[in-house]
């Protein structure tokens, strides 16, 4: 593809990089993440009982913000860069002001404009404050980045991945094979992705499908029927997909992504709305028009990072209380709009207080009486997945056990 149609030269060699094939390329990275996980183990942290969740939510926050550079949505090397400009700055007071320093800007600039859970909980704050401690930990982040290291090591540091490469079914797969190793007989059990898929399509088909084929065809240039678009509209908000043994949410990503798929059908359908041009005078313009208008602006088809987010908050519900699992599937989850949104989340656009992504507290909660049939069943851990099509007081809801 040429420069001219990219616009960026960066931009055109990630993606040329993006289409080179590497199958070995999520074995590497579950490797790669036991090996970082292991070397920040060998840090001290200040309750002990943590340290599990502490070394994850740090991982994890350096894979989001990788993840938002390789997509061209913050400053590209700004993690390692700031890394290095904190040590060059404070090397002489030492790892007692090196730590704090990056970390407060780091973790600070991704909460203001990503304001995600993952950065709700501060890792100064976890870290033992011993001086030895704060210089192993700078040792530590120095391999596990791979700002200086990468020719004394086989590894790959977190900085050398091309995130774009890392799709959610690498990254998903890797994780909770990772996490159910660790855990062994308390682990997650890794259910594909070529499983998940289908089951999430077929589901989401069945109760979705109908009400968007009627959507279609209110919003087409043949109905232009504004009004019944919105009831149709307001029901299909009403479905809810739970999953009450979720793990990581591999699953909802599924789930999240089919819903994706079928708000788009929409969004073509009434696209005409916006080809559509405005008579000088107001009054003259079509009220189809108008209506279109008024209904793309409700439910926010021409704002990708709102309607993302909508569909998250109101079609995804799951039941956790591990931290380390709600850390890595707020991770997931975040890591699959990036790309659905694309500019919409570069930080030079997230103005205002408007949250960049779903609150994960609006998808957590305990699934109430289910009643009513399975839709299907699927193998899972040593019995049954059972994915079922129930309603849920009044509304059409999921629930997947």
Not at 358 to 382: E, F, M, T, Y
Request: overall charge neutral; charged content about 25%; aromatic content about 10%.
């Amino acid at each position: 593809m040429k420069y001219t149609e990219m616009g960026s030269v960066l931009d055109t060699l990630r993606r040329v990089e993006d289409a080179v094939e590497r199958p070995e390329l999520e074995q590497q990275f579950f490797t790669d993440l036991k090996i970082w996980y292991n070397e920040f183990d060998k840090v001290k942290w200040a309750q002990p009982e943590l340290a599990a969740e502490s070394i994850i939510l740090l991982i994890n926050k350096l894979i989001f913000a990788r993840t938002l550079e390789d997509f061209g949505l913050v400053p590209y090397r700004f993690t390692q860069d700031e890394y290095v400009r904190q040590t060059q700055r404070w090397e002489a007071k030492g790892a007692h002001r090196i730590v704090p320093k990056f970390l407060d800007e780091f973790e600070d600039f991704f909460d203001e404009y990503y304001d995600t859970e993952i950065f709700s909980a501060r890792v100064w704050e976890r870290l033992d404050k011993a001086p030895a401690n704060l210089e192993r930990f700078c040792e530590k982040l120095n391999f596990v980045l791979g700002v200086n290291s990468w020719d004394e090591t086989f590894s790959r540091g977190i900085v050398h991945y091309n995130y774009r490469r890392i799709d959610e079914d690498i990254f998903g797969k890797s994780y909770e094979m990772f996490l159910a190793a660790n855990r062994k007989d308390e682990g997650i059990y890794y259910t594909p992705a070529s499983i998940t898929g289908p089951m999430a399509d077929s589901l989401v088909n069945s109760l979705a499908g109908p009400l968007v084929d009627d959507l279609c065809a209110a919003v087409g240039t043949q109905q232009c029927d504004f009004q019944r678009a919105g009831q149709l509209m307001a029901q299909l908000a009403e479905i809810r997909v739970a999953d009450t043994a979720c793990g990581s949410g591999g699953f909802l990503i599924k789930v999240l992504r089919a819903f994706w798929r079928q708000y788009q059908r929409i969004d073509a359908a009434c696209a005409w709305v916006n080809h559509s041009q405005s008579c000088g005078d107001v009054v003259a313009t079509p009220p189809n028009v108008h209506q279109g208008r008024a209904f793309r602006e409700r439910w926010h088809f021409d704002n990708r990072r709102v309607l993302v987010a909508g569909i998250a908050e109101r079609h995804l519900r799951c039941q956790m209380s591990d931290p380390v699992e709600r850390s890595v599937m707020t991770l997931r989850l975040c890591r699959e709009m990036i790309p659905l949104c694309g500019p919409a989340l570069d930080f030079r656009a997230l103005t205002g207080s408007t949250r960049a992504f779903p609150d994960i507290r609006s998808l957590l909660g305990r699934v109430k009486s289910i009643q009513g049939n399975c839709a299907s069943h699927l193998s899972r851990r040593a019995g049954l997945r059972r994915i079922a099509a129930r309603e849920l007081n009044s509304t059409h809801s999921t629930v997947a056990t």
